[in-house]
């Protein structure tokens, strides 16, 4: 069965520096996998995507994101993390066999300290 | 704007209750998904639409749950006998046919008291 385990509850870092979230997957298939970011009580926002190709996909604000097969991973990175980065980012996994419905891990909330 | 509306955006109810959440997605997306968000939990999928057909349930679509599409174009998600376990948000998502992402609205939030 497919699950996404994200296996940092919080996070916190101080502003500008380096941020890594990390993302394990379990699917048997190449996966499409999804990292997205969530504002308390709003939706949720796509920050990248990834389905095939390049393994190092650029997303919006300044994101990016690592696909590892070997390592059954998909960490999401920011070189310089600003403040208003503060907020939950949830990492999915999308069911390419038919209804492309997603699962998701339990999210990393992120702090950024001033 | 990621062309899916939802309404209304938040909603208290009292156990028992019956509430009606309404999602609006635009004409491209063809396919349409309901998840279910609790506290600190990430969305769990709840059912799926292909234009007015409703293709896959999730377990946790109890008997007092329904989803309906019937034009194909708007989704209603019904919640009937409302229990306090039923609080959470309910979100909706869109997607084409043509494409691999869902785009998601931003959500209804219900508080069962």
């Known amino acids: 069965a497919q699950s996404v385990t994200q296996p940092d509850i919080h996070i916190t870092v101080s502003e500008g520096a380096s941020l890594e979230l990390r993302c394990n997957y379990s699917?048997?298939?190449?996966?499409?996998l999804f990292w997205y970011v969530q504002s308390p009580g709003q939706g949720l926002q796509l920050l990248l995507k990834y389905f095939s190709g390049d393994t190092l996909v650029q997303g919006i604000k300044g994101f990016e994101a690592e696909f590892k097969r070997s390592q059954s991973s998909f960490n999401l990175r920011k070189p310089s993390v600003h403040w208003s980065d503060a907020a939950e980012y949830f990492c999915a996994v999308g069911d390419s066999s038919g209804t492309y419905k997603y699962i998701f891990g339990t999210g990393t909330r992120l702090k950024v300290l001033a | 704007d990621t062309g899916v509306s939802q309404d209304p955006r938040h909603k208290i109810t009292k156990r028992g209750q019956n509430v009606t959440f309404r999602c609006d997605p635009i004409s491209e997306h063809n396919r349409l998904y309901w998840y279910r968000q609790t506290l600190g939990q990430g969305p769990e999928f709840l059912t799926y639409?292909?234009?007015?057909?409703?293709?896959?349930k999730s377990r946790l679509l109890s008997d007092r749950f329904s989803a309906e599409r019937p034009k194909g174009s708007f989704s209603t998600l019904e919640i009937q006998r409302t229990e306090q376990g039923d609080s959470a948000m309910y979100l909706c998502?869109?997607?084409?046919?043509?494409?691999?992402?869902?785009?998601f609205g931003e959500g209804s939030w219900l508080t069962v008291v």
């Open positions: 699917y048997g298939a190449t996966p499409y």
């Open positions: 639409f292909q234009n007015e057909a409703q293709l896959e």
């Open positions: 998502a869109g997607q084409p046919n043509s494409g691999n992402t869902i785009y």
